[in-house]
């Protein structure tokens, strides 16, 4: 079936350092991207998002990059802080019903060291 | 604060209890959605409300009943759970279409 998926589901940086997490999917009808930022304790929080009309885009320290030849996303994150520490997560959104359904990879965890 | 509330934080019950949890959205959305988060698991979404009507059931079992009196309250009625049940429980609203969803800090709930 289709599946949306994290290539490492840990990821251990310096501060300061630039992180990459990285993230397949395989439905090629999927058209809305969205990476999602979850902390202990808390649900997951919107960080950035893209169409599949894009490439790139970009955010406050943020880029989220598409290649739809190989149906990959990342999330490359500039000068990474301890406040980055969390589970990142992908989700293709697919239409169901006439709703937009989202499906999520399973999370990457970040470890910031200070 | 996302304005999606969820009540109670925590939850323990036994296998014969009924219980129910609650969402609010305060973002004036027109759908909701209730997920269930498992350790080392995807999100897995259990049902899907859009103007107040399910639209999307994902097979899960009827020992959950999903109710959406309003376009701001979800409800997640629970009986006769089994343990592996004990999950978090995420509630998200969005405005409808190709829109992000905004989460509830979820119901840590263990079934015992």
């Known amino acids: 079936g289709e599946s949306v998926g994290l290539h490492l589901p840990t990821l251990s940086v310096q501060e300061g350092d630039n992180s990459i997490i990285n993230c397949a999917y395989s439905n090629s009808a999927s058209d809305y991207f969205i990476w999602y930022k979850q902390e202990s304790g808390k649900g997951p929080q919107f960080i950035i998002d893209?169409?599949?009309?894009?490439d790139k885009r970009q955010g406050q320290r943020v880029t989220v990059l598409l290649n739809k030849t190989v149906k990959h996303l990342s999330l490359q994150i500039a000068a990474t802080q301890p406040g980055d520490s969390a589970v990142y997560f992908c989700?293709?959104?697919?239409?169901?019903?006439?709703?937009?359904?989202?499906?999520f990879g399973r999370g990457t965890s970040l470890i910031v060291h200070p | 604060e996302t304005g999606v509330t969820q009540t109670p934080r925590h939850l323990v019950m036994g296998m014969t209890n009924k219980k129910s949890l609650k969402c609010e959205q305060h973002?004036?959305?027109?759908?909701m959605y209730w997920y269930k988060q498992s350790a080392k698991k995807p999100l897995e979404l259990m049902f899907v409300y859009s103007l107040e009507e399910r639209v999307e059931n994902n097979s899960v079992p009827s020992r959950f009943s999903p109710e959406c009196p309003n376009s701001s309250h979800l409800f997640l009625h629970l009986h006769t759970l089994q343990p592996e049940d004990s999950a978090l429980y995420l509630c998200?609203?969005?405005?409808?279409?190709?829109?992000?969803?905004?989460f509830g800090p979820g119901t840590r709930l263990l079934v015992l």
């Open positions: 893209i169409r599949s009309n894009m």
């Open positions: 989700a293709e959104n697919i239409v169901s019903g006439g709703s937009y359904i989202p499906t």
């Open positions: 973002l004036g959305h027109n759908a």
């Open positions: 998200a609203s969005s405005p409808g279409g190709e829109k992000t969803q905004y």
